[in-house]
């Protein structure tokens, strides 16, 4: 009997027009090919990335060519990207361990093809997509903050839980995450997050099952080739004390002494510099107007974030482990579930747990 397969492409060259035809070639022509990588950063962010990911030009030639010669001789792996931008985000994430570095993009792009409703279609053009990042619920905001990092900002109350479930806001996420990617920038400072849960409702909590937040997590800082550098918690509820200690025993050690827990929003002129601050929480520019101006980005970017879909990865369905659950695990979702079905009913026990966590 054949193997199933679980796969990550786009529709075989026998189905496409000739107009598809033309684009699939145009991008691989520009992303399939062994470009030579000319450093066109400042002078100053080649410290930052010298001092913080260990890079030099020694280094990244190597890195690269290592990779490239691990895609060449992978027969799964014919359409992945090869571009220098694609390769440096994993070689950057990992500090240039380019074992780690090769482990990391075979796990991302089994993950975009065991996910694709999360993690494929990431287009500005997509309705519910253009809706969310519109209404500035979750956006890059346009200023970088005091280390220089670009800002993944969540307004919760911003999400339209009558048109929209927790898959939509996943794909709206990753969407931003791939095109800030783009920027070779953000690969070397890496990112700082806001998540403002101002007026968040039980609903909002609801809306996630505990196996979609343990993969959106465990993943998302696993497999995704990002630099987590600081994650900022606004305005929590006490619901939240579900996700706080659930999130706790998915996030590794490092991720979780980078929490920030903020009790209102005077704490973002604390986080950030007024530029970079939406209207709503004391800065210069609305909320909506910052969502405008990030979409104004991710429709420059569509073409290279859309076309992620046309890399043909195959994987065999037996070795695909990213959501083999251990007992723990199990016991956790169970732990989840049961709290999050009696959330409304708080008492003195978990008030004083979540009175105890770090607040700043």
Known sequence: MEKSKSSLSFASSTSLSPEAEMENAIWQEKYLVEDEYVWTLSED???????????????????????????????????????????LRFLRMKKFNLEAAKETLEKYLRMRAEIPEWYQNLDINDPALNDIVSSGCTI???????????????????FDLS????????????????????????????F?????FKEVSIPYISVWTPTQFHKVVSQGERFLPMRHQAV?????????????????????????????????????????PQQCIPLEYGGLVSLKEMGRQWRDVLVEKRESVAGLDR??????????????????????????????????????????????????
């Open 45 to 87: 962010l080649k410290e930052v990335a010298r001092l913080e990911v260990g890079e030099t030009e020694e280094v990244r030639n190597e890195g690269l060519a290592y990779m490239r010669e691990f895609i060449r001789e992978d027969s799964r792996l014919t359409y992945c990207r090869r571009d220098a931008n694609f390769l």
């Open 140 to 158: 890059v905001l346009p200023e970088r903050d005091s280390h220089g990092r670009k800002v993944l900002f969540h307004c919760a109350k911003m």
């Open 163 to 190: 048109k929209y479930g927790a898959a939509d806001l996943i794909r709206a996420h990753i969407l931003n995450f791939e095109t800030a990617l783009e920027d070779e920038e953000n690969q070397i400072r890496g």
């Open 192 to 196: 700082t997050y806001i998540f403002d």
């Open 232 to 272: 900022n918690l606004v305005n929590q509820p006490m619901g939240f004390f579900l996700i706080y200690e659930f999130a706790k025993h998915v996030l590794s050690e490092k991720i979780r002494s980078r929490i920030n827990l903020y009790r209102s929003d005077k704490s973002m002129k604390k986080l950030l």
């Open 311 to 360: 890399m043909i990865v195959e994987f065999e369905a037996a070795h695909l482990k990213l959501n083999k659950k251990s007992s723990s695990w199990v016991s956790l979702s169970r732990w989840f579930s049961s709290r999050q079905k009696s959330v409304a009913a708080t008492n003195d026990d978990v008030k004083a747990e979540w009175n105890s966590a770090r607040f700043k």
